[in-house]
Structures are given as structure tokens and as C-alpha cells.
């Protein structure tokens, strides 16, 4: 099972990576998507939080759209930006 969390304004990634863990923990979720706009803000955001994001969501937006598409898993928790 794949949950997707969408985020359209992304201010807070510390604050986006806490409440996706909780959310993971609390409803078992063995893989996460974490797909955020790609606007201005976002894109500043993801670069202040590069490294600790790329951490926790290591698969890329192609790679993951492209095995999503495919009806596989993705291998791994994923950044898409669109």
C-alpha cells in the first residue's frame, strides 16, 4: 500500500517530514509519496531542506511516476514534484 500526501504550499519540511512519520506510524503505511508543486516557495523550501528530505524520500519523480504507472512499487518512499 502506497499513501500520497500532496503539498501545495510547502513552508515547513521539517514540520511536513514529522507529521508524514506520524502518519505512517499511525496507520502502518509501509510506503509514502510526498508529491509538492513546483512553484517558487516549494523549490526554495526543498533546497533548505535537501538534504533530510532526499534522506527520507530518496526516490525520484521520474523513477517514481514512472513505477507507479506500472502498477509497481516504487522501491523506496518518494519526492515527486509536478
Sequence with gaps: MVVVEAVTRLT???DTLRRLAL???DG????VV???AETRTNTLALA???DVIR???PVATRRA???LAAGRDPGGDAL???
Excluded: C, S, W
Design 65 to 67: 511516476l514512472r513505477e
Design 12 to 14: 515547513d519540511a521539517q
Design 28 to 31: 502502518g503505511f509501509p510506503r
Design 23 to 25: 502518519k505512517r506510524r
Design 48 to 50: 533548505l531542506a535537501g
Design 34 to 36: 510526498l508529491v509538492v
Design 80 to 82: 515527486v514534484i509536478l
Design 55 to 57: 534522506a527520507e524520500y
